[in-house]
């Protein structure tokens, strides 16, 4: 049996079994979470997984840079520690709160120097990455690693910390360093983003020298930040089943996929889940107009509401494909670009919504000038329009080359907008395509392509759009998408399970884990 799949029976089957076993305490360190501060999905996750987690009765703790505009959106924070950490002129104030509307306790981490500065979590307002990237989160790992072994005064020590991508990923390489530390749980929501920095800056973080060696840290003769997490965790979880066992393969391992294949017995795919709260259309506040799967039609006002916003004619027959996320490679948008003369002849309004890539946003601003009655470009960040986006249009655009969970075709499965994916991921475990016998069985829920080619997505679209003429028939798929249950609860479990799993197994200082392969075969895998 395939081991990721043995993985999840035994997971699931511990989910059965689980009684009243002790509390664990735990700290999730990442560095965004909704609604603190968000760039992508994995402020999504981290906003709602450890709210899902203190619902199942665990200690559970947040910690983050204290960003100005996190700080902002905290609510009541108190200054509850101040500790001196290498890479800090000054003592690091640790200020203490709560994640708003929920229970779970929240630490913002403030190093003026390095955080309290106008633009984004990594990059300067004019979007280039912040220069001193590694000295920023190599200080934040510092501060977590401090709070995991009970060095901060604040009189806690969790079981185990979660860490979150790369800006996190040395704080299992930095935890291994100490006798009698938390297990660590290591989660790659982006296997693509890699914090990888030069030699100099390397030097500059004063860390073990022999950290710069393949078997550890160094990557192509840079030190990469999500080894730390890769190689030193205890255990690797990624964001979707297909997504972990994509990662093991060239496509789509990008350089680490040998490391990966090595840990395999200890890499778990789960997928995201969707806070319903935020995101239901029955009781969404940012639309102009609720909805339910009973109240369908209700739908077709957000749908003027948003040909309104975007300056297109407001027309309801009309089929209104809509796109929403960060303007990169990854979303497959160049793909929707290549096909815009082909779209064009057919009866259809595109809407996007989006910032990234300059020459992305410009081929977007193009287009709208010059076919402003069909199609509309917002080159903006903007929460409220995205619930407005996934409510009002009638299909979902999300051609991703890859997607390792993605969140907007979940939400859109839930607003009745059937979304058009590539079969790649996350999209390959939560879309069931239209085809003829999914749509007799009544699970289909969206289009379903093969390879990030034009002419592939243009076939799903042409698919779509056939059968949006057909009412009864897109009433069900629209139904059927809104009924699929993609809640936290089920995935929140899921990681508890794991959590007790990592907990039973010993711990060690070197790297790769215990039980595993000595350094030298690392090396092996490796190269
Ligand atoms: P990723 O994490 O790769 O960016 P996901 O689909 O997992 O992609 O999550 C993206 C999240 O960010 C969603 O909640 C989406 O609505 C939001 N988002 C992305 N771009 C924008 C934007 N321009 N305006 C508003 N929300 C956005």
Not at 400 to 410: H, I
Not at 442 to 454: I, L, M
Request: include cysteine; charged fraction near 20%.
């Amino acid at each position: 049996m395939d081991s990721l799949c043995f993985e999840y029976i035994v997971l699931t089957q511990a989910t059965l079994n689980r009684g009243n076993l002790p509390v664990m305490d735990i700290l999730f360190a990442c560095s965004e979470a909704h609604p603190l501060i968000k760039t992508g999905g994995l402020a999504d996750v981290s906003g709602s997984l450890p709210r899902a987690i203190k619902n199942l009765k665990q200690e559970i703790r947040l910690i983050l840079p204290a960003y100005p505009v996190a700080r902002g959106n905290a609510g009541i924070l108190r200054l509850v520690s101040e500790i001196s950490l290498p890479g800090s002129q000054r003592p690091v104030r640790i200020l203490h709160g709560r994640l708003p509307h929920t229970r779970v306790q929240l630490y913002l981490i403030d190093a003026p120097e390095y955080f309290d500065r106008a633009g984004g979590p990594y990059s300067t307002p004019a979007g280039k990455d912040w220069p001193d990237n590694a000295a920023r989160f190599a200080l934040f790992a510092r501060a977590v690693c401090a709070v995991a072994m009970n060095q901060a005064g604040l009189d806690w020590k969790p079981d185990l910390v979660h860490c979150n991508d790369w800006q996190t990923g040395l704080v299992p390489a930095l935890l291994s360093l100490q006798a009698k530390r938390p297990a660590t749980i290591f989660t790659i929501h982006n296997l693509a983003y890699q914090g990888l920095f030069g030699w100099d800056q390397f030097k500059a973080l004063q860390l073990p020298h022999d950290w710069w060696s393949l078997d550890t840290l160094e990557f192509h003769d840079k030190i990469s930040f999500i080894k730390g997490g890769l190689v030193f965790s205890d255990w690797i979880t990624t964001v979707s089943p297909t997504y972990a066992k994509e990662i093991r393969t060239t496509e789509f391992g990008c350089g680490l996929e040998g490391l990966l294949e090595h840990r395999k017995d200890r890499l778990t795919g789960i997928l995201n889940g969707v806070d319903y709260q935020v995101w239901s259309p029955g009781r969404d506040r940012l639309l102009p107009q609720t909805y339910t799967a009973r109240t369908l039609e209700s739908k077709l006002k957000n749908k003027a509401a948003l040909q309104g916003t975007f300056g297109l004619p407001a027309k309801a027959e009309i089929a209104l494909f809509g796109h929403v996320g960060r303007l990169v490679e990854q979303k497959g948008l160049d793909l929707i670009l290549d096909l815009l003369p082909e779209l064009l002849k057919r009866p259809m309004q595109l809407v996007f919504l989006g910032t990234g890539e300059a020459r992305l946003e410009q081929a977007l601003r193009k287009a709208h000038r010059q076919h402003q009655d069909r199609i509309g470009v917002q080159i903006d960040y903007d929460e409220k329009l995205a619930h407005l986006l996934e409510a009002g249009s009638d299909v979902f655009l999300m051609p991703s080359r890859f997607e390792p969970c993605g969140l907007n075709q979940l939400y859109s499965l839930r607003y009745a907008t059937p979304p058009i994916v590539r079969n790649t991921g996350g999209l390959a475990d939560s879309v069931i395509d239209a085809n003829g016998p999914n749509l007799y069985q009544h699970t289909a829920t969206g289009f379903v392509f093969e390879q990030a080619r034009p002419r592939q997505l243009l076939r799903a679209i042409d698919r779509a759009l056939n059968l949006f003429n057909r009412q009864d028939v897109w009433k069900d798929l629209q139904q059927t998408g809104m009924r699929e249950d993609f809640s936290w609860s089920r995935s929140a479990s899921t990681y508890v399970d794991l959590y007790e799993q990592v907990l039973k197994h010993p711990r060690t200082t070197t790297p790769d884990s215990p039980g595993t392969s000595p350094r030298q075969k690392l090396s092996e895998a490796l190269i």
